[in-house]
Structures are given as structure tokens and as C-alpha cells.
């Protein structure tokens, strides 16, 4: 099974619904049957949100699910760019760019995943879970968010999921504190034969030792600001053990192994 | 309707349309191939090559700007070996011409550069960048002194019987004067602009949001600035000009070509849409078409040529 | 939430807050006045003003750019005396500090400005506009070379006692030259930045859309190119620096205070919404207020004061 | 009778309707109570269209009618501004500075008057037309037009005129050529007080031509590029014999007698 989708086209699409699902994020469902019947989880596209030309770059977001012709997006209203998101109406046209990037991979003889999502971190994941459940692989997940109000996707997760289970900074639901220390146990506890990881990166990189402690295999997928998103630009790039690679094109999903960490405070980390 | 002549030539080359690609915006053209046939375009013009694999800039390397964009990608590169292996053979496969962005520390890493290149006759041009800091200057891009832009011309034209394109600089006072040294020093045409300096700061972390501080501007923002330049630059010199800053549409190209430029090339707008060049190139040809004019090169100066 | 100290002093000149407008783009307050009232802004800078009357360019004047505009005024303007009657005792009726932007075609006019201005006791301080172009030296403008600028500063300096604020022009290599030229024949602080060249082609006639051919690039389009000179230039001279160039919001006044400017100004954006500097001046003491910031003067320079 | 208006403001304003009434031409309907209630016959009003930074220009628009509390603006599809400007839907919120500017003026005395309108030059004639009316002046109207699908306001001109007649380029309505015919034969024929003219500069040079000749008064209303709409910028200058004059505060209505015609050929005259 590979992540690499089909190539990439433009495709115009049409607005099905948009709607909040959490404290300032939305889910915004797309008919884009070219895109949705060839996306693989993991992979993003890159979209027009809008033609007016002081929008000079297209946004990236990770396809959190693709059904019959419709993809569908959980985007968190950060930036200007997702505020005008937040105002489109059923039956506005955009275009995205896509299937993009190299999504998670399922390694020969997997039984048994644990999946570790922080925040936003979530949105990349509601493929991979019905992937994976597909595969007849056994499925814990551990979900962190600021408060009970931003969990995401629980019920695909908790329908989907052996085990499901929530930490939120506040204590409004699940354990108290950061999804960190769930991950810590259940990598202990259930010996995954991979993880998947995505959030902040602070926490992906704390997740990831983790992983190589427990000697787990562990994909990551990082976030990097993307200009082209086809691999031209180098705008993206990743520092890796096989040198300086494209998130967009080689990522987002890397081997955790793979990548060298940025020891500096990484100013992304506040989302 | 009549089909339009767009060929346009640039020293020796004769490209089959003035549509070029924006240096560091395209890669090697293997990216956008996807999109369509790259035989569309009059030109590829490669990310710039240096000598040596060039790592980049650290950090975030790009910020969205008010119609524009700051990038400071930092030249990252593998060399021009690597370069020679993997792109210019997947780029020979291709019926396009290729122009090499070719950038250095010092005049001889261009030379050495221009030197390699020599023997590859999947080369068509070179655009000698000389934006690059100049290391044995203290830093100062070559582009903005004469004398440095010169030194660089000159030893690249010493080993080069390629067609000799120069990349100027938009930061500078004059930028005639710096055309005008290039030209004397035997540059077959001058491109340009190449990125104006600007920076952001983050008014969360009041620091500016590039690692590397400043970056260089380019896209819609910069146009009227890059318009200005041609204008300026091709009723100052005799050789032919590639003008490039903002361009989006084929109405935007026809105002570089209309202000003196002979070809055009798109860079920051195939961030937003891959095929933005090829609908440049089609809508030039119905931009003559619905005019009546017969040749593509008509339109070049037709602003001041009266 | 506790109040924040908006003061800031450029020379002798103490302002109640650092929002100012920029000249040109806000006549002599009296049009804005139905707006607000004017005695909530740092300053009034006045458009400019030469010893005789100036007529300004011909025919079309501006030209909407992406993120901005091109404007060919030309510094129409009823000359000195007839400021003095009109606008300049208008202002003396409102309790705001007035800067009154010179220009004059050679040094000599500059001071005889400065000379009639400086028996006005509502004339705070001058800024000197040496963007003009320098009829003595064949049309370059004073701001481009570090002798003329100079030259004007010194004979306007001779002749005033006045604050001096010295407005640079963007269209240099290096803009800390003739920062650091101008702060040497007495300046007592810059503003940065004056427009961008640029031009605008009109593809329908095939002529520069002004009617001079070029004009000067304002608005949000150039903001990046006024921060990273305003960080360029506030780090190589010690006297204070006044940043402008696209604000359109007190987000964007903090990146120049934060990019070193001890005051700023709102040129474009009064054009789209005529209260744009009042809410720069609220705004902009919300930004300190919520970050527990009690001098806006701890702004300045932040991003390299470290 | 003054032209001036009360101090301008910036009032936000919603859009009531918005449709085509002519080929490329629409009509906008908008809530403004403030300006409604204020604003007088030739006025405008600066309309900011869009919000997005790369709009960097109000647009100006005349005033045709306000009626209670809602302006109507006749507007030709003609660029950016304008294209964005038909898409507005109803309940779409926009701003608008005003009123602006000098408007037309009724002499003391007037009894007959003659309407020049070339174009879009017939959106700033509707509230004249209604206060002339009401003031029980005797108004003749000649309008013009490239064919009759580009005819504006014929109701309200033909229910409030004496006498209302049309030429189109093309001949499909009224009088095959241009206006300036009919206001040439009208003004000898009808003699009337004074003359209000609009449309194209070129057209309104000659009308204005014609009325010099007739000894007849005539007011213009001249279209400059604006860019603050209040007199700050000197960007909408016109050549007057009482030297220049800024279009948006001591026009757009100008004594024909007082302006300096351009010579040279006028880069607006296609429209
Ligand atoms: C591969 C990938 C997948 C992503 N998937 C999701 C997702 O599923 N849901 C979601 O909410 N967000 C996702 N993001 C982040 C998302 O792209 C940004 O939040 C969004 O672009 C912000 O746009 P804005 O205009 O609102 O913010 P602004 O800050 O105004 O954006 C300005 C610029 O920054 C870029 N940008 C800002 N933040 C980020 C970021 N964190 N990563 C990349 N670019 C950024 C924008 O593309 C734009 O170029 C993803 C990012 C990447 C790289
Ligand atoms: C006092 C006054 C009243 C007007 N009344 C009307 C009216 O009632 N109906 C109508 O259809 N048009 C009217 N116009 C013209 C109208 O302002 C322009 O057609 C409109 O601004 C074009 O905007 P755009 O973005 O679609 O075109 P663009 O060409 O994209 O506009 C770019 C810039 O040019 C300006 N502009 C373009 N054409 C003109 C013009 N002829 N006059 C002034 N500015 C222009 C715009 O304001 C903008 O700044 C009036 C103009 C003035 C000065
Ligand atoms: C991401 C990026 C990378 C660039 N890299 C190069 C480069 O390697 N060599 C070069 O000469 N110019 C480079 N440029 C400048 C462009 O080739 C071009 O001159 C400039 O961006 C203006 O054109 P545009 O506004 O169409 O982008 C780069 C520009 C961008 C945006
Ligand atoms: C219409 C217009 C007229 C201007 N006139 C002057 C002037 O008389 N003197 C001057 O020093 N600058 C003048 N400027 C420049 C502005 O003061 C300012 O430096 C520049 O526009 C950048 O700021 P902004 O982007 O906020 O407009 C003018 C700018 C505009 C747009
Ligand atoms: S976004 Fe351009 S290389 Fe990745
Ligand atoms: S539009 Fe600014 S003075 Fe008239």
C-alpha cells in the first residue's frame, strides 16, 4: 500500500455544506469527484479559497474523509485565509489542487495501530482510521485538544476505534493534561506495530521518542507554510537524515525516524 | 482568425513564444509537467545552480504579502553536477528550450557554473543571477554595483559561447546603469526584475517572520515597479529583454511586452494556478489576434516606440 | 484596563501619540475634519508645499494597482505664501502639532521655504521631501544621491530652527547612506518611505496610463519594502525614525514601530476610510494594553533589540 | 437652492436589490438612511465595495434616486469595481462615503430646462429630474445611447418630462446619431433657461458648445479618477478659468462656461 496518490490535477469544486464543529473550527464538504475518488489518506490539498489577487497563495489542508464524490475538510479559522473559508455558502465555487503529498502507510502485517492526534491534528486522520478498520486492523486512538469543546470526529473515531481515548489541557473531558501522556502509556501498555502522529509539532516530536524508546515504528505527518505544493518551490522543506526534503511532495507523512527535529521553540507550537 | 507569429528571439535563441518561467518558481520543470506539455512554453528557466550543493535559508522561508509574497528559499540547490544528472536529463526528454538560472559566492564559482554547463547541449541560455551576496564585497548583491555585475558578466562570457542572459536587481537607484555595464561586458539580453528586498514582522513574537529577516517580494505587488524597470531598461540598451514581476495573466504580459520587454517569464502566479503560463501564452495569441497584429514582436516598446 | 503612555518625541517636538498622516494624502486636515477631530492625531503633516505656486501634472493622476495605487500628482500646490494664509491659519484653530512637508526644484527653494515658514509659529516642525526632481542636476531626484540630499538639509538647516524631519526616498541601492548623510548635516529625524517608481501600461491604447508615464507605488503593495527599510535605517542612525508605506491598521503601525520607527504615518488608507488614523490610534493602544505594554516606546525597534 | 449637501459621512449600508435594467447596466438598491435623507440632485456618493486589501479605491457612483430611506446607483459593468459590484446580493453589507460634492443648481427664475443625457450620463439626472419637476419646471430631455437596449430610467423620465425624446447610434430607438443633435435643434427650438448635461466629455464639450452659442446657461457633470472623494488628493483636477478646480468637492458639477476643455482627445470617450 502506497501513499502516493494519482497525479495531481486542478479541479473546480463546488461548495456542499460548511458548518462549525467545534470552537472555532469547521467541517466544509466539497464535491470534488476526480479528487475524492483518487485521494489516499494522508494526502492534502491545496486550495483557492479565493481569485482575488491579494490571495497569492492556496492553503493546504489534509482531507480528513472522501465519500462517493465529496471530500470533506475539518479547518480550524487561524488566518485570513480560513475566515473567508468560514463565510462560504453552499454552491460557492473554488478550486483545489490535489491529491497531493505522501500519506500514511500501512506496513506489511500490521495488526495493531495506535493513532495519536493533537488538536487539528485529528483532520488527516478520519481516512486513515477507516483505512486501517478496512485492513482489520485493531485501532486505539488518543485524542488531545485544549478543552472538551474541540474534540473532533469522536464519533467516527469512537465507531471505528477499539479504544478511544481523550486528554483535554483543562480536564473538561478524558484524562487532564496533554495527549502525551496517554500516548506514553498506551505505547507501553498495547506494543502497537506502528503509530501515527499528528499535532503540534512539539508534541509530535515528543511522541515520536516515545516510539523510538518503545521501539514502535512512527509516521508523522508535519506542517510546513506551502507556496507551490508540487515539490517546486522549496518552500516546505523538512530536514531529514536523507537530507533537506519537501513536505509537500516527500511529506507530509514522513517516518519519524527519518526527520531531525528542530531543537529551537518552534513558533507553530502555539496552535 | 489568422494565426499570430509568436516566435521571439532572445541573442541566438529563437523560443516559439515570448512565455518563459520565473527562476525558483518551477523547479526543473518536472513539477508542473504533470499540469501540461512543457513544449508549450518558449522557455524553462531552472531554479538558480551554484557550484556546489547550497543548503538554503533555515526557518520559515516564504509570508504572504499584500498582493505578493516574500520568499527567502536561499538558493537551496544540489550543484551543478547533480543538477547536470538529474535534471537537464529528465528536462532533455523535453522539446523546450532550457535556460540555467546560474547563481555564485564569487565571480569564478559563476564561471565554474557557466564552465560545466558548456559541454551540455541541453543547455540553450544561461541567466546569470546576480542577486547572489557578494561574498568578496562584504555581502552587497553583485547586482547593485556596476563594477561587481560587470566582473561577473566578464568571467562568465569568458567561458560561455551560450546565449548570456543577466538577472538584474530591482534594488538599486539606477537600474540602467548596471544594465547598461552588463551589456557593455557582452550580455546577449538582461531579465529582469528579480525580487525586491522587504520584511514582515510578526506582531505576536515581534520578531520579523522569515528566519533570515529580510526576503524578497515578488507577485502582483511588485508589477507596476517591474513595468517601470522595463521600460526604463529596454530604451537604455540594445539587446533584447526578458521582463518578469507580477505577471498573472496574458494581459499583464502584454504590458511588459507593450514597455520594451521581448519575452516574459511567470513566476509567484504558478504558485496560485500550475497552468498560469500556458494561459499567458494562449491568450497572448487572441490578445494579437483580436488586435490584428501579425507578430508578437509588434507589441515590443510599442509604448514608447512612437 | 490601565492607561498606556501613546507620547513620543521626534527632535524637540513632543507628540501625543505616533500616528500621523502621511503628506499628500490628507490636504491640510481641513477635508478630514468632518471626520474627527483632528486633535486625537500625533500630527498633521500637510501635503507639499514650494515657494511659488506649482500646477501639478497633467491628465490622468492615479491608476489602481494590485494592494495599491500609482499616483502622478506632481506636488500641485498654491505655493507658500498662500499656504500661510489659507491652510496654515485653518490649523493654527485646532490643537494638533503641524508638519509641513517643503519641496522645491533646488536647495535655494528649499530654504526659502523653510526661511518664510519659519516666522509661523504653527508650524511644528518641516519635513524636507527630497524626492523632487533636481533641476541643477538633470531631473534625478535630491533623495537619490547622498551630495544633493545633503546639500538641501544643510541650506535648509541654516535656516531653521525648526524640527527637521528628512523624508527618504525608496528608490536607492542603499537607503542608510543617505540616512546617515542627511542625520550629518543636522537632521533631527527621517521618515521612509516616499512612493516606489512605478508604472502602469494601459493594454487597450498601448500608452502609460498616466499621463506622465511613471508615478509613485503607495499602499499595502509596498509595506514589506517600507518595514525592512525603516529596520535598515532606524539601526544605522540614532536620530528617530518616522515609518510609513501601506498602514492600513494599528497591526500594521506596530510592525514599524517594532521594525525601529518612533512614529508613523497613514497615507493610502485614509483614501478607503477617511478615520483610518484614529483607529490606528486606538488600536494601537489596545495592542500595548493587552500585551501589558505601558509605554508605546518600548514598541521601537523591539524586533532588534534583543 | 445650493448644491452642497450636510457634511459627508461613512455609513454602512445594506444592500435591498440589486439587477440588470439595461445591456451591461444594473441598479443597486441600497439602505442608507443617513445619506438618503441628506443628499441632493448630482451629489455621489463613495462607495467601498469590497473589503479585501487588494481594493485599494472607493468607487464613485451619482445618486439617480433616493426614495425614504434607500439610494438607488445606475451603474455600467465597466472593470473590477463594478463586476464585483453586480455580484452583491441582497442583504450584503458595503459602505458608502457621503454625500459628496456639488450637485446641479436651479437658477431663481428657471422655468424651462433642458436634460442632456449621453449614457451612464443619465444616472445623475433622476433626482433632478424629480426637483425640477417639483419646482413645476418645464423639462425637455434628450437622452442618447448606442441602441434602445441601452436606454436608462425611460419611466421615470417620460412620466415627469414635458417632453422626453431619444437618439440611439444605431438607430433602434428615436433618432438614428448622436444626442448632440437633438440638444442642437432643442436648444434653438425651446430656448429653455438652462441646460444640464451629462454623458461622455467629448458629447458634453459640444453641448456645452451649443449652449455658449444659444446664450443659454449650462451645467456639466465631469467624471475624474478619484481617489479620496473629499478633496485631499487633488488627483481629480479640472481645468477651470478660475484655475484648477477638484472634481469630487467643487464638482462633479461644473458652469460650463468656467471649464478648459481638454484638447487632446479623451482617453474616456470609448465609454
Ligand atoms: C499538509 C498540510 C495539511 C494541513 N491540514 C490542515 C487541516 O486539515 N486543517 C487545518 O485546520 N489546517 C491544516 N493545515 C494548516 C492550514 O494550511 C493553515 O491553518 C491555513 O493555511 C491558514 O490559513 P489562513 O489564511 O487562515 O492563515 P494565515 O496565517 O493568514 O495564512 C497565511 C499563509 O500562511 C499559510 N499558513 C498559515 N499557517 C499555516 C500552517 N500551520 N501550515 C501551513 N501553512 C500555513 C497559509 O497557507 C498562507 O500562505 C495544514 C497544513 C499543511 C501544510
Ligand atoms: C462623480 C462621479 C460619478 C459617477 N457616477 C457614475 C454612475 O452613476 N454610474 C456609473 O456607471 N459610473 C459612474 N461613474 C464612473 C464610475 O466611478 C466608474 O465606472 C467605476 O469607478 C469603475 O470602476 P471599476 O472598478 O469597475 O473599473 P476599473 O477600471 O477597474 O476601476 C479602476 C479605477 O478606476 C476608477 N475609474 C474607472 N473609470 C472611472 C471613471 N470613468 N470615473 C471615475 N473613476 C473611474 C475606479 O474608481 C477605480 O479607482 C462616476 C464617476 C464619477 C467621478
Ligand atoms: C520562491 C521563489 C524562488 C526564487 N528563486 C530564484 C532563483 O533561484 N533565481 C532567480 O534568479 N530568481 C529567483 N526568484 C525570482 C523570480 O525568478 C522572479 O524574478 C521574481 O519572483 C519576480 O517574478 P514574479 O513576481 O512573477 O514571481 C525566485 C522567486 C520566488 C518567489
Ligand atoms: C496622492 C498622494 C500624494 C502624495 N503627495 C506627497 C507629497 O506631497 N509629499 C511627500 O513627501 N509625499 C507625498 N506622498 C507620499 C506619501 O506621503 C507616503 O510617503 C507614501 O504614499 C507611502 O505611504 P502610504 O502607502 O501609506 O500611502 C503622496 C502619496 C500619495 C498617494
Ligand atoms: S510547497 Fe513548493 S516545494 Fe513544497
Ligand atoms: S478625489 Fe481627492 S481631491 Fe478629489
Known sequence: MCGHGPTPAIEPVVVVSNERVATGVCRVVLDAPRTAATVEPGQFVHVRIAR??????????????????????????????????????????????????????????????????????????????????????QITLAQGAPSAGRLLARELFDSLCRRSVVATDDGSAGTCGFV??????????????????????????IVAGQCAEAGVACQVSLERLMACGVGACLSCVVATRHGQKRACVDGPVFDAADVVWDSDEDPEAER | MSSVDMRVRIGALELRNPVMTASGTFGSGKEYADFFDLARLGAVVTKGVSLEPWPGNPGQRIVETPSGMLNSIGLQNPGVEAFCDNDLTWLARHDVPVIVNVVGHRADEYAAVAERLEQESGVHALEVNISCPNVDAGGMAFGTT?????????????????????????????????????????????????????????????????????????????????????????????????????????????????????????????????????????????????????????????????
Open chain 1, 52 to 137: 482575488s489577487a491579494d490571495f497569492i497563495l492556496r492553503r493546504p489542508f489534509s482531507v480528513h474523509r472522501a465519500r462517493g464524490e465529496r471530500l470533506e475538510i475539518i479547518y480550524q479559522v487561524v488566518g485570513r485565509g480560513t475566515r473567508v473559508l468560514e463565510d462560504a455558502r453552499p454552491g460557492d465555487v473554488m478550486d483545489v489542487l490535489g491529491p497531493l503529498g505522501h500519506g500514511w502507510t500501512v506496513p506489511e502485517g500490521t495488526t495493531r495501530a495506535l493513532v495519536v492526534a493533537g488538536g487539528l491534528g485529528a483532520a488527516p486522520m478520519g481516512m486513515l482510521v477507516e483505512r486501517l478498520a478496512e485492513a482489520d486492523v
Open chain 1, 180 to 205: 502525551t501522556v496517554l500516548s506514553a502509556e498506551l505505547l507501553q501498555r498495547e506494543r502497537p506495530d506502528v503509530a501515527y502522529v499528528c499535532g503540534p509539532e512539539p508534541m509530535q516530536r
Open chain 2, 146 to 306: 556596476c563594477p561587481a555585475a560587470a566582473e561577473v558578466v566578464r568571467s562568465v562570457r569568458a567561458v560561455s559561447t551560450k546565449t548570456l542572459i543577466v538577472k538584474l536587481s530591482p534594488n538599486v537607484t539606477d537600474v540602467t546603469e548596471v544594465a547598461r555595464a552588463v551589456e557593455a561586458e557582452g550580455a546577449d539580453a538582461v531579465s529582469l526584475i528579480n525580487t525586491l528586498l522587504g520584511m514582515v514582522i510578526d506582531t505576536r513574537t515581534f520578531a520579523p517572520v522569515l528566519a533570515r529577516g529580510v526576503g524578497g517580494l515578488s507577485g502582483p505587488a511588485v508589477r507596476p515597479v517591474a513595468v517601470r524597470m522595463v521600460w526604463q531598461v529596454s530604451q537604455a540598451v540594445s539587446v533584447p529583454v526578458i521582463g518578469m514581476g507580477g505577471i498573472t495573466s496574458a494581459e499583464d504580459a502584454a504590458e511588459f511586452l507593450l514597455a520594451g520587454a521581448s519575452g516574459v517569464a511567470v513566476g509567484t502566479a504558478n504558485f496560485m494556478d500550475p497552468t498560469t503560463t500556458v494561459g499567458v501564452v494562449d491568450g497572448l495569441e487572441r490578445f494579437c489576434q483580436e488586435r490584428g497584429i501579425e507578430k508578437v514582436t509588434d507589441l515590443v516598446g510599442a509604448a514608447w516606440k512612437r
